[in-house]
């Protein structure tokens, strides 16, 4: 058990439709990172938070956006959702270093599987 | 442009032999990479990690070898388990203002065989 947690471990819904998924941290943890995981694709980065704030952005789609609360959990939230979004998403999270660029392990929640049809 | 590349999709080795998994990178700005071991329906787990300053990191049954000239790196297991038997991830990171993004390859998924 990595400690980070993610909700729900499967999402079932239709094209054109929204959802959010949830994600808290290890304790400790500042940073949290969302990426995503299509059987063509590999693990994709698609954004990083740290400390409530957006600290990178990878390949995320408009249609896609993501929050950290000040509890330091995160929501990823998907919109207008296409056949191609279905994939694993994971939650990862780090200690970080305040106010510096993440070094250190990243570790992974179990994912949210997301299957639109 | 795929800047993390793991060329074998998979490897079969017998129990107690040495696995030797590889991963390349083309970034040179590279400067910290991990390994992780995904089962299936589960998250990636972290392994073992290396700085660009160190050319060997060794975490009991598992040693983790960068040569930064050939931009190569190479993930040993001894002896190998058949609970080793899992997919294989390696990833790497750049010092910059971008916060610590990974870049994983696409995998190899190691069997050992008993």
């Known amino acids: 058990d990595s400690g980070v947690t993610q909700t729900p471990k499967h999402l079932i819904t239709a094209t054109g439709q929204r959802v959010t998924l949830r994600c808290s941290p290890r304790?400790?943890?500042?940073?949290v990172y969302w990426y995503q995981q299509s059987l063509d694709q590999g693990l994709q980065f698609l954004i990083q938070?740290?400390?409530?704030?957006?600290?990178a952005k990878g390949n995320i789609l408009e249609r896609f956006s993501a929050q950290q609360f000040p509890d330091l959990h995160s929501e990823l939230n998907l919109s207008s959702l296409e056949l191609g979004d279905s994939a694993l998403y994971f939650c990862?999270?780090?200690?970080?270093?305040?106010?510096?660029?993440?070094?250190?392990?990243?570790?992974f929640g179990p994912g949210t599987r997301l299957t639109v049809l | 442009d795929q800047q993390v590349k793991q060329n074998s999709p998979s490897l079969s080795v017998q129990e107690g032999r040495i696995s030797i998994l590889n991963c390349d990178y083309t970034?040179?700005?590279?400067?910290?990479f991990l390994w992780y071991k995904k089962y299936p329906a589960e998250g990636p787990t972290f392994l073992i990690s290396?700085?660009?300053?160190?050319d060997k990191n060794e975490d009991g049954r598992f040693t983790v070898f960068l040569n930064k000239s050939a931009k190569h790196l190479s993930l040993h297991i001894v002896p190998s388990q058949p609970g080793d038997s899992a997919v294989y991830f390696c990833?790497?990171?750049?010092?910059?203002?971008?916060?610590?993004?990974?870049?994983f390859g696409q995998g190899t998924e190691l069997s050992v065989k008993p």
């Open positions: 990833a790497a990171s750049a010092r910059d203002n971008q916060g610590g993004k990974l870049i």
């Open positions: 938070y740290y400390n409530g704030e957006e600290r």
């Open positions: 304790s400790g943890d500042l940073s």
């Open positions: 990862a999270s780090s200690v970080d270093p305040a106010g510096g660029p993440g070094y250190n392990e990243q570790f």
């Open positions: 970034n040179s700005m590279f400067d910290y």
């Open positions: 290396i700085s660009s300053i160190k």
